[in-house]
């Protein structure tokens, strides 16, 4: 039988939870101060008082009542439930800011895709955890990272990619346990950007040369003693690709030309390294993780095609920001969503204006005041020293989850407590960043801060259960399953 452990709740992950939620409240409040809601119910404050209210009673009853053997048990079933949710919503649900993610529940409306997350975190953990003895395999890391790429799906279907982004999180639990290393994690980063680059230019010789050098100098770093065939291979590589790529839709169909441009590739570098090695499968895996850079040049491009007017303009403005500066703010969108929101920030100055002192949001020239922008908020009124505190507040969080984590005996609660890291860390960077204009904007809430009861129950929920886990910190759950 699975007991209790003789450890205390952790008091000061409560207490910085508690103070960064009555942050929260505090700027949500500041931010819709000069609304006049037709009553309490029209409150936006209010709402997310009651969802705050709500959320921590759960939590509460989660820490107490629920044991980790049956949440880790139960958890396929957790996030089988919340998949199905996610595709339902994207069928049948209503959409905001073009994304399909919302459905209505007694008049309270529901986004299914953040307890995807909560989910979603249990289930990579609980995977890694059963595995945990060969957790360096690739077979074990594909595994994991199923139900990571079906819940990154079932969001992209409902048009949300700033939620489906921040899957992406799951990387940093990954690399932490082994499941990807530096190198992996390197072409991770690569493909991430030259994903985005491209989605805004066409494929061209110049951009396959510029890869090829930074996978040549990538790859010089791990294979020291194969410099030439590594060197041939890389310059045939691009140049196959490119050339039947060129020759695509003369002599034969434009989605033939990677595939051709690739296999001639492979044939010219299997006789360029087979009389010098035998382990072809490495340089073969190599070879493919090269290739895939040049053909995500020629792919992203038309994916970019296929993306909502809004979501075209946010990578616009950030590749090309002087190219909305004179278009109107009706034509302008999240350019001058972004210049107000800078201008509210720097307005803000060392001590701010004051609480409910500001104007630009009071004003409505802040967009998403009490969402994607209320960063602005506490910048604007209580300016750097109220940035310092957020910041302070969020770092004391990450620090103690980590140090929970750290703890635990448990691989599923030492994944699970990363994974919560991580999510919380995109968020929060991801939102900030995006307001200062220092990142796309991809509209995601700051965690506790933005208005939204779906985010803060799920949050929540997420940190009572780090909370629970460390109640077990001795008990090696996922042995006893």
Same mark, same amino acid.
């Given at each position: ?12 992950? /409560? ?14 409040? &500041? ?10 119910? !029209? ?53 905001? *800011? ?61 048009? #949300? ?10 990387? =940093? ?8 290393? &530096? ?24 951009? *396959?040369? /510029?890869?090829? @050098?930074?996978? =040549? ?33 003369? @002599? ?18 299997? @006789? ?22 040049? %053909? ?19 990578? !616009? ?13 009706? !034509? ?5 969503? /972004? ?7 720097? %307005? ?74 991580? /999510? ?5 960077? @991801? ?23 779906? %985010? ?13 886990? #460390? ?11």
């Amino acid at each position: 039988m699975l007991k209790k452990q003789d450890t205390k709740i952790n008091i000061a992950l /409560i207490l910085v939870y508690l103070a960064i939620v009555i942050f929260g409240l505090m700027a949500l409040y &500041s931010a819709n101060s000069a609304e006049t809601p037709g009553s309490i119910f !029209e409150s936006r404050f209010y709402k997310q008082l009651a969802w705050v209210i709500i959320s921590i009673t759960l939590g509460v009853l989660l820490i107490f009542l629920v044991k980790p053997f049956d949440l880790f048990s139960d958890t396929p079933i957790l996030y089988l439930v919340f998949l199905v949710l996610t595709l339902g919503v994207a069928v049948f649900g209503f959409a905001v *800011h073009g994304a399909k993610s919302w459905i209505r529940i007694a008049g309270f409306s529901i986004q299914p895709s953040e307890f995807l997350k909560y989910a979603t975190a249990l289930y990579f953990a609980r995977i890694v955890a059963l595995k945990k003895d060969s957790v360096t395999n690739l077979g074990t890391m594909i595994l994991a990272f199923i139900p990571v790429v079906l819940a990154m799906g079932a969001i992209i279907l409902q048009g #949300d990619m700033g939620t489906a982004l921040v899957f992406l999180s799951f990387l =940093i639990p990954a690399y932490r346990f082994g499941l990807i290393n &530096s190198y992996t994690a390197i072409y991770v980063i690569l493909y991430g950007v030259f994903f985005f680059v491209s989605l805004r230019y066409p494929a061209s010789i110049v951009v *396959h040369l /510029i890869l090829g @050098i930074i996978y =040549i100098i990538s790859m010089l770093t791990v294979e020291q003693k194969f410099k030439k065939q590594i060197l041939l291979s890389l310059v045939i590589t691009p140049i196959a690709v490119h050339f039947f790529n060129v020759l695509g839709g003369v @002599i034969f169909p434009v989605y033939l030309a990677i595939p051709i441009g690739l296999i001639l590739g492979t044939i010219i570098f299997l @006789i360029i390294i087979y009389a010098k090695t035998t382990n072809i499968l490495t340089y073969l895996l190599i070879f493919g993780l090269g290739s895939m850079l040049f %053909a995500i040049v020629v792919i992203s491009p038309k994916l970019y095609s296929t993306l909502q007017p809004h979501q075209k303009q946010r990578i !616009e403005y950030f590749i090309h920001p002087k190219s909305l500066e004179n278009i109107s703010s009706a !034509e302008q969108g999240v350019g001058y969503n /972004i210049v107000q929101a800078q201008l509210s920030i720097s %307005a803000g100055g060392i001590k701010g204006r004051g609480y409910l002192k500001g104007t630009h949001n009071k004003l409505k020239y802040v967009p998403a005041k009490d969402t994607d922008y209320i960063f602005c908020t506490v910048a604007e009124e209580l300016g750097f020293i109220g940035n310092l505190v957020l910041f302070t507040l969020f770092t004391l969080l990450f620090v103690i989850i980590i140090n929970i984590a750290e703890k635990q005996q448990s691989v599923f609660s030492q994944v699970y407590a990363y994974s919560v890291v991580g /999510i919380l860390f995109f968020h929060y960077g @991801i939102n900030i960043g995006s307001t200062l204009g220092l990142l796309p904007v991809i509209g995601i809430p700051l965690p506790f801060f933005s208005y939204g009861g779906s %985010a803060t129950m799920s949050f929540t929920l997420m940190l009572a259960t780090v909370l629970m886990l #460390d109640n077990y910190r001795n008990v090696h759950i996922e042995d006893i399953f």
